[in-house]
């Protein structure tokens, strides 16, 4: 059994930054990739960021250059920085890991931007 512990949501004005965490209680470095999807409503949920076993990274175009993911190996954390925040990144995000044998996902953290 894969659990997944989000943090790290909330409220942020435009322009400004919030970073989300994804704690896994199995070893990330092991998982074949890990990515942050988000979900609004009346919106297919969109791959935001993945992280692959060896460390390579891809982005959405709505999030390049504004957007980092990232591993802590110490902490067992994956975390996604968010700089330059616009409203229409409002959604709910969703961690997800891949073991191959097994996907596991989190249970989502609200991140809303707004003046």
């Known amino acids: 059994q894969v659990q997944l512990v989000e943090s790290g949501g909330g409220l942020v004005q435009p322009g400004g930054s919030l970073r989300l965490g994804c704690a896994a209680s199995?070893?990330?470095?092991?998982?074949?990739?890990m990515g942050w999807y988000r979900r609004t409503p009346g919106k297919e949920r969109e791959l935001v960021a993945t992280i692959f076993r060896d460390g390579s990274t891809n982005y959405a175009d709505s999030v390049k250059g504004r957007f980092t993911i990232s591993r802590d190996k110490v902490k067992n954390t994956m975390y996604l920085q968010m700089n330059s925040l616009k409203p229409e990144d409002t959604a709910v995000y969703f961690c997800?890991?891949?073991?191959?044998?097994?996907?596991?996902w989190g249970q989502g953290t609200q991140v809303t931007v707004s003046s």
């Open positions: 199995l070893s990330i470095f092991n998982a074949q990739a």
């Open positions: 997800n890991a891949d073991y191959g044998w097994r996907s596991a």
